[in-house]
């Protein structure tokens, strides 16, 4: 073998290994594009998930925040009627509009419409709106003192947020400054 054949044979050999690096990134490059691109599918997948229990579950928002109305209205009817029952003899119709109530709040309990307890609890601006302030009341400073409209939580939602009246900080009595 001459001198000229052996470069060309060494010659042939690196290019043969460049091709086989050029091939060899070629195919990494194309894996890790494979792996993106089925990563990305996954995550679409995964919030299509999402997407459709959200949907499932908080489908009736709209419906349940309009019927509020009507369980506001029956728990008034309520209320003016137990002041008039005395001696009007409308028993019977209070008993019927506070079934009508109990049947309704069991109906949206099973749809995970839940009423928010607001009264004696401590203010939270997350589930609370502050409607007026008062300082007379035995609730500490910052507590809801009396709910002007009941809020309602959808799942872990807010549906309404309820309408309160919070307790003020006491305010020292000038009587109690002068000695």
Do not use: C, W
């Amino acid at each position: 073998m001459t001198t000229n054949t052996m470069d060309k044979d060494a010659g042939a050999s690196v290019a043969g290994e460049a091709q086989h690096n050029d091939t060899a990134s070629e195919i990494a490059s194309l894996r890790e594009r494979l792996m993106r691109a089925l990563a990305e599918t996954e995550n679409t997948r995964r919030q299509g998930e999402r997407r459709a229990q959200d949907a499932g579950q908080y489908a009736i928002t709209n419906f349940a925040r309009e019927l509020l109305q009507v369980v506001d209205n029956l728990r008034r009817a309520i209320e003016a009627g137990a002041a008039d029952r005395e001696g009007s003899g409308i028993d019977g119709l209070i008993e019927g509009v506070t079934a009508t109530d109990r049947i309704l709040t069991q109906i949206l309990n099973r749809f995970g419409v839940e009423e928010i307890k607001a009264l004696h609890q401590p203010f939270d601006p997350k589930k609370h709106e502050a409607v007026m302030a008062t300082d007379e009341t035995d609730q500490p400073p910052g507590g809801v003192a009396q709910v002007l409209e009941t809020g309602y939580m959808l799942h872990d939602r807010l549906l309404r947020p309820a309408r309160v009246v919070v307790a003020k900080p006491r305010q020292p009595s000038s009587q109690a400054e002068q000695p």
